[in-house]
């Protein structure tokens, strides 16, 4: 069946640096991808997506490739900030339960300033 | 207005009581979905529904049960809450005839069975 798995957390790092969060996944046919944040005490909110192989999706700085030959769409962001501290969740569109949301145990990050 | 609202948004209940969330939109988006969120888990599907007349089990739907009394209104139901069903719970909408299948959720309800 389809999956999503991505690295654990939490991880921490201090303002400004580089980020990455790996996310692998295994699917039949060519699901769309995408990663969800949560902040603290609220809902998940989608950071991006990307619907096609080598798509890139992007916003707010952070971005993700959906890489078919590797089966990644790792996400990545140059600068951190205080605020991008949250759990980050990886998901593909799971063709055989309705489009539902296929998700990654999720990855806690923490900013530190 | 938020565009999907649950109801309660914090539940604190006994073992064997009935329970019930909801969930409504103003998207007016035709796909609702229920998913649990447990520690360390990720969200897991409990049941999904394409229509009122159309409502399938997830991952999970083992103790659940829900109605989709209307285009905008997906309810979920603890026939008989036990401690293991203690989680936050969301639900979520999409828009398949929009080409896209972006899912946009609620607050969450967080739920615990004492």
């Known amino acids: 069946g389809n999956s999503v798995t991505q690295m654990e957390g939490p991880v921490t790092l201090s303002e400004e640096a580089f980020l990455t969060i790996n996310c692998t996944y295994t699917?039949?046919?060519?699901?769309?991808l995408f990663w969800y944040v949560q902040y603290p005490g609220e809902g998940l909110q989608l950071l991006l997506k990307a619907t096609k192989a080598d798509d890139k999706g992007s916003n707010k700085g952070f971005e993700a490739t959906y890489r078919k030959e590797t089966t990644s769409f790792h996400l990545e962001k140059g600068s951190v900030q205080v605020s991008d501290s949250a759990v980050y969740f990886c998901a593909l569109s799971d063709t055989d339960s309705g489009y539902a949301l296929n998700f990654g145990k999720g990855t806690s990050l923490l900013v530190t300033p | 207005d938020a565009d999907v609202t649950q109801t309660p948004r914090n539940r604190i209940t006994k073992t064997g009581k009935r329970i019930m969330l909801e969930c409504s939109q103003t998207k007016g988006h035709d796909r609702m979905y229920w998913y649990r969120q447990d520690p360390g888990l990720g969200l897991r599907l409990i049941y999904y529904s394409f229509d009122v007349k159309d409502i399938n089990k997830g991952e999970i739907s083992d103790g659940y049960s829900v109605s989709r009394q209307a285009q905008a209104k997906f309810s979920l139901s603890l026939e008989s809450a036990i401690p293991n069903q203690t989680a936050l719970y969301f639900c979520?909408?999409?828009?398949?005839?929009?080409?896209?299948?972006?899912?946009?959720f609620g607050p969450g309800t967080r739920l615990t069975v004492l």
């Open positions: 699917a039949t046919g060519y699901p769309s």
């Open positions: 979520a909408t999409s828009d398949f005839t929009q080409s896209t299948d972006t899912q946009y």
